[in-house]
T-cell receptor
Framework: KAGVTQTPRYLIKTRGQQVTLSCSPISGHRSVSWYQQTPGQGLQFLFEYFSETQRNKGNFPGRFSGRQFSNSRSEMNVSTLELGDSALYLC???????????????FGSGTRLTVV | SQELEQSPQSLIVQEGKNLTINCTSSKTLYGLYWYKQKYGEGLIFLMMLQKGGEEKSHEKITAKLDEKKQQSSLHITASQPSHAGIYLCGAESNQFYFGTGTSLTVIP
């Protein structure tokens, strides 16, 4: 079966711009989580969506937002980009909330965002 | 504050050598995940440990969970260059969180 698909793989944006990243989960998976990975902070949780609703949110400013569609695909948006937003953004899917702990989370290959 | 501390932070070993990576939690562990990440890429699920004392193996990688010590270890036997990457432990409370990561380099 197809894995978790993230698009685009690479992105270069200018400070102040906004960006939208996309994540298509594994077929049948209804929960999508987003993470930011930087050399200094490691992997940090952004938010989790299930049934088009945000279930959990990490410690990130309001410039980071997301949404989930009825087909479980998810997008995350970062507005007013800052240099520090340069990172690898990963999404993970699981069958549903609380199912990840039993069935595991499957990660996409990530989107590498560079802000210049 | 970091809730999952991994040690060592980085490791360089000769091909064929055994190695162990540790993951220590500041909270009670109800389950522990191990992932591997190739540099700059997504995470590959290795295994999940749910019960204290549980031990799982996949190919040359073995992981154990010690609930009392709030610790898990990942052991690689006869390391190969293909084992190189970043190893991350993860756990879940109301959200999923990761350890600090261990970078492994295997020298042929």
């Amino acid at each position: 079966k197809a894995g978790v698909t993230q698009t685009p793989r690479y992105l270069i944006k200018t400070r102040g711009q906004q960006v939208t990243l996309s994540c298509s989960p594994i077929s049948g998976h209804r929960s999508v989580s987003w993470y930011q990975q930087t050399p200094g902070q490691g992997l940090q949780f952004l938010f989790e969506y299930f049934s088009e609703t945000q279930r959990n949110k990490g410690n990130f400013p309001g410039r980071f937002s997301g949404r989930q569609f009825s087909n479980s695909r998810s997008e995350m948006n970062v507005s007013t980009l800052e240099l520090g937003d340069s990172a690898l953004y990963l999404c993970a899917s699981s069958l549903g909330p609380d199912r990840g702990r039993y069935d595991g989370y499957t990660f996409g290959s990530g989107t590498r965002l560079t802000v210049v | 504050s970091q809730e999952l501390e991994q040690s060592p932070q980085s490791l360089i070993v000769q091909e064929g050598k055994n190695l162990t990576i540790n993951c220590t939690s500041s909270k009670t562990l109800y389950g522990l995940y191990w992932y591997k990440q190739k540099y700059g890429e997504g995470l590959i699920f290795l295994m999940m440990l749910q019960k204290g004392g549980e031990e799982k193996s996949h190919e040359k990688i073995t992981a154990k969970l010690d609930e009392k010590k709030q610790q898990s270890s990942l052991h690689i036997t006869a390391s190969q260059p293909s084992h190189a990457g970043i190893y991350l432990c993860g756990a879940e409370s109301n959200q999923f969180y990761f350890g600090t990561g261990t970078s492994l380099t295997v020298i042929p």
